[in-house]
């Protein structure tokens, strides 16, 4: 993945209560897929531990290493890219930078700061935020409008609420693990 190609469809995001089936659903996605690895449960050494680990089998797959944390960190992990909030990106640069929106505001942000892809959530009802605010169809695509960059639908995310949004691009965390 480079600026020169287009972003992968699906997105498999990494957290404590999926790591388990991890290494099988990177081996059920498509080739040239993503995994976002967040892992915040851990701490550094048991995190950069696992993250290696994930991305050899992400790698074997042909799939797409992004790391939550900073570009130094990725750099020196060997990630493709980062994630993390518009603010976190740092400066442009040839490196791929992820970010998070959930408004408007967030969406500017990712704008402003030249992200080269923003996943916008949650659009459905989430584990991960149990009766929280969800975006909802018709706000995500007012949302996605906005974006100066390819839009990651993310937030109780399967393959049958990604054809009801009519959205190709799009990630999940159980949705797909």
């Known amino acids: 993945m480079t600026r020169a190609n287009p972003l992968p469809n699906l997105w498999l ?20 897929s993503a995994l ?35 570009v130094e960190l990725a ?25 998070t929106a959930h408004d408007a505001r967030e969406i500017a942000l990712a704008n402003a700061a030249k992200a080269d892809g923003v996943f916008l959530s949650p659009i459905f009802p989430t584990r991960s935020h149990p009766g929280g605010q969800c975006l909802g ?6 949302l996605a409008a ?12 399967t393959a049958e609420r990604a054809k009801m949004l009519d959205w190709p691009r799009w990630a999940a965390i159980d949705g797909l693990s």
Do not use: C, K
């Open 36 to 70: 976002v690895f967040r892992h915040y449960h851990l701490d550094d050494a048991a995190r950069r531990t696992r993250f290696h680990e994930l991305a050899a089998a992400a790698r074997a797959d042909g799939h797409f290493v992004i790391l939550s944390g900073s």
């Open 13 to 32: 995001i990494s957290d404590a209560r999926n790591d388990a089936a991890l290494e099988a659903a990177l081996a059920r996605l498509p080739h040239g």
């Open 146 to 157: 906005q974006a100066e960059m390819p839009v990651i639908a993310l937030g109780g995310m």
């Open 75 to 99: 750099q020196a992990w060997g990630a493709d890219g980062i994630y993390g909030s518009p603010e976190s990106l740092g400066a442009p640069s040839s490196f791929l930078r992820f970010a």
């Open 137 to 142: 169809v018709a706000t995500f695509h007012e």
